[in-house]
């Protein structure tokens, strides 16, 4: 759990929330030059660095550890999931999971933060039924797997999630807090919304500025190894441009569409 507390640190979760950590089950490999920072041992949801895995075997044990941990000690306001742990957190939010497969009355967490994820081929769920908690989404603009990372997003509801990029790789550290001043607004403004009374509604949002490292949950934690990888930093600048006036677009959009909504309303109210 060393990694991960730095990782919410950096991110400030800690201001707001009473975290708890679990471990993902299967012990893994360490990621490349993280040992000489962390002492391990390493731990995954799916060791796919093992040979003659069988990874679906292992995503599904994780599936039971997860629901076993939150019967115990949940519900849980939220929770956050950092590469692999955003899949499992992804796929798990999926009432098909938490519902059908365990019998839950209702989700164990009611928002969740994901950041930098990845999943390979392990996901077991649709797109079809959107997932309907409000999620917020931190990709790293260098991150290898920056297309896995932003294809989660299909599985979330758009008018409840809000997603940012950092300019950084497969990471979020300890620091974030001070680069990335944006995302940190966006993700306080996003709390605000979601511990509040107020009904929850975002247009999908998408913010390219910084770069990061993580993995938690508030009152519930997924601790897997983190991956560090030297990206290139540089920036691309219209890339950027591009991006933010696509996410202002979206965003203009949604507008238009409550605001038709309303004038309907007010047209029924008459």
Same mark, same amino acid.
């Given at each position: 759990?060393?990694?991960? %507390?730095?990782? $919410?640190?950096? @991110? ?20 490349? /030059? ?9 731990? =995954? ?6 040979? /003659? ?8 044990? =994780?599936?039971?550890? $997860?629901?076993? &941990? ?12 950092? %590469? *692999? ?10 009432? %098909? ?13 009611? &928002? ?8 390979? =081929? ?17 990709? /790293? ?48 403004? &996003? ?32 601790? *897997? ?21 696509? %996410? @202002? ?10 605001? @038709?909504? @309303? ?8």
């Amino acid at each position: 759990n060393e990694v991960t %507390s730095y990782q $919410i640190e950096g @991110l400030k979760l800690t201001n707001r929330f009473n975290c708890v950590f679990i471990h993902a089950p299967h012990a893994t490999a360490c990621a490349v /030059g993280l040992d000489e920072r962390i002492t391990g041992p390493f731990y =995954s949801w799916a060791d796919i660095y093992k040979a /003659g895995v069988d990874l679906e075997a292992q995503w599904h044990t =994780s599936f039971d550890v $997860i629901a076993k &941990f939150c019967a115990d000690n949940g519900p849980f306001d939220g929770v956050y999931g950092f %590469s *692999q742990g955003a899949a499992i957190v992804t796929n798990f939010s999926h009432p %098909s999971i938490w519902k059908d497969r365990f019998k839950m009355e209702k989700c164990p967490w009611n &928002f969740a933060i994901l950041a930098c994820g990845s999943y390979g =081929s392990l996901m077991t769920i649709g797109t079809e039924t959107p997932i309907s908690l409000p999620s917020f989404h931190i990709l /790293g603009r260098d991150d290898i797997f920056y297309d896995q990372s932003k294809d989660l997003f299909t599985y979330w509801d758009s008018f409840h999630k809000v997603t940012s990029t950092h300019a950084r790789g497969h990471e979020i550290d300890m620091f974030i807090w001070t680069r990335e001043k944006l995302i940190m607004m966006m993700l306080d403004n &996003f709390l605000t919304k979601v511990l509040s009374s107020t009904p929850f509604q975002f247009g999908e949002h998408a913010i390219t500025t910084g770069r990061s490292n993580a993995e938690n949950m508030h009152r519930i934690n997924l601790d *897997q190894y983190i991956e560090l990888n030297g990206m290139n930093q540089s920036d691309d600048l219209e890339t950027n441009i591009r991006m933010q006036l696509e %996410s @202002l677009d979206k965003a203009c959009e949604h507008i238009q569409f409550e605001r @038709l909504k @309303l004038q309907k309303a007010l047209l029924g109210v008459k």
